[in-house]
């Protein structure tokens, strides 16, 4: 990848410059709990976004996006906003770092990434983080970690539409190999937790169904505002902390839809904490158990999954795998899946073959490997 970038930077604007990386995501479980002010618990992983970059001196941004093979130029002013959405994600990026006081000024860049696109992996996380670091660094403006990853997740708000929550850019941002990381999204207060399953006996792996996800413009920000507004009757900030006695007490002033988004996002708050607990004593079997109630709960009461993806959880049941669930924003894209290393191959077969029967193409495995987050290489 690097190689292709420089290759491309050199013949566009006949210079070199420095490199910087970031990465997408997984999340072992958590989900729709971060705008909640709950726990996640995601890492990042060795896919992400590789970009070459070098002030030009000039007011102007010269961005190049090899995987789909665009130019963009664009000035650094709230009326200068590119139309192209992934420009618009570097241009964001850049907005809010002057919002911040940082001083930007025009760069030339040339990136690719590795991230599967829709698939609920943070494709976008890894090109905001990307920017946000490398800006910090080029321009030497000394903006800490927690505030690159929330220039990545105002990007998201105020450029792309999507009322996104900060476990994304927090996974791309701070992630560290061979470790997930439980973030508590009321108090930013987060821990790193050794992750390694193999040790264990079991295998991580994400099952892409292709069903390509679309958080912007989506009922995603739809969800956002059910809780808000159950929050606001139990009079909390948050939905953190609110108890099924609670919810019960106002449910004939909240909409039944509106109950079940908060039975789901209170259920998920405990799934989480049981989870660290039960990863602690090396009790995987709690954890997969927490992994697919939260698939159903995210299938029925979040109502964020969709056909395929109860497909391959079903499956993953059917063949004894620990634990399954559909992971990210929903909508489409992968399940997690944490299987026996003895049932692996067992389950891939299985699932592949009985997806395409069902669906004409087989889901894509991708091997979850623990990375590191954002960094200059
Ligand atoms: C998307 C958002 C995150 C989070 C997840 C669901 O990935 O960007 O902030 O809300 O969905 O857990």
Known sequence: MKSRISKKFQALFNAEGEFFASA?????????????????????????????????????????????????????????????SWARYIFGVCREIQKRGGVVTGFDTVFAGDVPLGAGMSSSAALESTFA?????????????????????????????????????????????????RLDCRSMEFEYFPFDPEQHGYKVVLLNSCVKHELVGSPYNDRRASCERVAAVLGQEFLRGATMDQLDAVKDQISEEDYMRA??????????????????????????????????????????????????????QECGVTGSRIMGGGFGGCTINLVK???????????????AEKYGHEPVVIPVVISDGARRI
Not at 345 to 351: L, P
């Open 24 to 84: 997408g995501r997984i999340n072992l479980i958590g989900e729709h709990t971060d705008y909640n002010g709950g726990f996640v618990f995601p890492g990042a992983v060795d896919k992400g976004m590789v970009a070459e970059m070098k002030p030009n001196n000039t007011d102007k941004v010269r961005a190049f996006a090899i995987d789909i093979d665009e130019y963009c130029e664009f000035g650094l002013n709230e009326e200068d906003a590119p139309v192209q």
């Open 133 to 181: 670091y490398a800006l910090n660094e080029l321009f030497r403006l000394g903006i800490d970690k927690f505030e690159l990853a929330r220039i990545g997740q105002s990007t998201e708000h105020n450029y792309c539409g999507v009322k996104c929550g900060i476990m994304d850019q927090f996974a791309s941002v701070f992630g560290k190999a061979g470790h997930l990381m």
């Open 263 to 316: 039975r789901y996002v209170i259920g998920e708050e405990r799934r989480v904490l049981d989870v660290c607990e039960a990863l602690g004593k090396g009790d995987y079997e709690t954890v997969g158990a927490r992994m697919y109630e939260t698939h159903w709960g995210m299938s029925k009461d979040y109502e964020v999954s969709c056909e395929e993806l109860d497909f391959l959880a079903t499956i993953a």
């Open 341 to 355: 290393t003895e049932l692996y191959d067992g389950f891939i077969a299985k699932a592949k073959a009985a997806f």
